[in-house]
């Protein structure tokens, strides 16, 4: 990789984890899993990751409230009620400077990810290599939410080698 892809790499990567951070804060979590991942994704400019849910018919906004209902009916499984909204009333969590922390789902997406990406010319990560990541976990918060929104895991993961090829 040149000198001008290795620092676009570290931006991208940059702008999906602050993301993803910004994202799991939002919705009261400790740590960033694979949906904040992919809901970081949509905002890379580089646009392959909400292509790849425009070309099944599907709008990545909703994605975000299919998300707050996994979660709220996860908690809901296991005893807990939550009012709609209340994800974004609880205080953000607080990082160490300088050190990237995700779940243990989220630490595989993204390591899938990078992996994806060097497996392309040019090996630059793009949020299509996020969203393709994530279909590969069947079970989750983002297999769930993309059931609710009636998306195949594997059509989108095909969708998403589309939006990479056709940049």
């Known amino acids: ?9 570290v931006r ?8 993803a951070e910004t994202e799991a804060r939002r919705a ?18 580089d646009g392959t990751a909400r292509r790849a849910f425009e070309r099944l018919g599907a709008d990545p906004d909703d994605f ?25 009333q ?12 995700m779940t243990a789902p989220g ?13 392309t010319k040019p090996s630059l990560l793009r949020g299509g290599h996020v969203v393709a990541a994530v279909c590969d976990q069947e079970h989750g918060t983002v297999a769930r939410a993309l059931k609710a929104l009636g998306i195949e895991r594997g059509a989108l ?3 998403a080698g589309e939006a990479l090829a056709n940049r």
């Open 64 to 88: 975000r409230a299919a998300v707050d209902t996994a979660h709220r009916q996860a908690l809901h499984d296991v005893g807990v009620t939550m009012p709609n909204g209340a994800e974004q």
């Open 157 to 159: 993961a095909i969708a």
């Open 107 to 119: 630490q595989e997406a993204f390591q899938a990810a990078v992996k994806l990406s060097k497996a």
């Open 28 to 45: 009261g979590d400790d740590l960033p899993g694979p949906e904040h991942l992919l809901l970081s994704a949509f905002g890379l400019p």
């Open 12 to 19: 991208t990567i940059k702008a999906l984890l602050t993301g």
């Open 90 to 101: 609880l205080p953000p969590p607080t990082r160490p400077g300088g050190v990237y922390r």
């Open 1 to 9: 990789m040149k000198l001008p892809g290795a620092i676009q790499d």
